[in-house]
C-alpha cells in the first residue's frame, strides 16, 4: 500500500497501531536533516515488508537548537495489526503503553548502530543500492 499522509491516514484510521522509533540525543541537538534521512530510511524498511493496509510517518518532536534534549520520534501508523507486527519484529521494537489513542504500541531506539543495521539490511537485500553515508556520520 502506498504511504498516506499523517492527517489523511488518521481521518480514514482513528484506531490505529503505533511503532514509534526514538532518536537518541546525547550531547546537542538533532540535525533536522538527519531526522528526515532516518524517515527515509524507515520508509525504505516498510516498504520491505509487503505491507497490505495504509500507513503513515510522523516527525515528532522539536529538532532545533532550543531544544537540545528531546530526543524526536519517528511515528509509524498502521491500519493493519499485522503490518504493524511486521516492523515491530524487524526492529525488535518492544511494547509500551505510554501513546494514548492507539490499538497497540511499540517503540525501540533509532541510534546510529541500529540505522546502520537497517541500512545493511536492505543494501543486503538488494532493495537499495545507494545508502545514505550521512547515516554513519557522528552528529
Known sequence: ????????FVDKHPIAHLVAAIIP?????VVPSHVQELRQLVGRLIGRFNIAG???LKVVGETHVPALYVSPEIHVAFERRQDADKLAEGVKAGRVSEYAGWASQRQFYLDPLAALEIA?????A??????VTALSKRR
Open 120 to 124: 545493511a539490511a536492505l543494501v543486503n
Open 1 to 8: 500500500m502506498p504511504e498516506l499522509t499523517w492527517s489523511t
Open 126 to 131: 538488494g532493495v537499495w543500492d545507494d545508502p
Open 25 to 29: 540525543v546525547n550531547r546537542g541537538p
Open 54 to 56: 495504509d500507513f503513515a
